[in-house]
């Protein structure tokens, strides 16, 4: 029983290396000019949007600042700043009738 499972493993091949996700995800966040925060492996943290991406590296666009060439393999992570969890029905429907309630004591 031993050996059926161990020649089970041995016959899976490994995930493949590219996906494709990365640069479907850098290619997200460059058209929407989503605000990002980019932490780099010496634990600086640099934030702007992508604007240029490739195999090797980002551009990342400040304001007011530099733009920053980052080659990939110094970059520990990269976090969306700007954006926002929908809010849930319960809070939404409770503003709706807050909005209302102000409407109909104007009139």
């Known amino acids: 029983m031993a050996s059926e499972s161990a020649s089970r493993r041995s016959r899976k ?17 460059s058209d929407k000019q989503v605000p990002v925060t980019v932490k780099l492996r010496d634990g600086e943290s640099v934030s702007g949007w992508i604007e240029y991406f490739d195999d090797r590296m980002i551009r990342l666009t ?12 110094q970059i520990r992570t990269i976090t969306e700043q700007g954006r926002r969890a929908p809010k849930n029905d319960v809070a939404r429907n409770a503003s709706d009738e807050a909005r209302d309630t102000r409407e109909m004591r104007r009139d």
């Not at 091949?13 to 966040?29: I, K, N, V």
């Not at 400040?62 to 393999?73: A, D, H, T, V």
Request: glycine share 10%.
């Open 13 to 29: 091949s490994p995930p493949p290396g590219d996906t494709g996700q990365e640069a479907a995800y850098l290619r997200f966040l």
């Open 62 to 73: 400040r304001e007011g600042q530099p733009n920053l060439f980052i080659y990939k393999q």
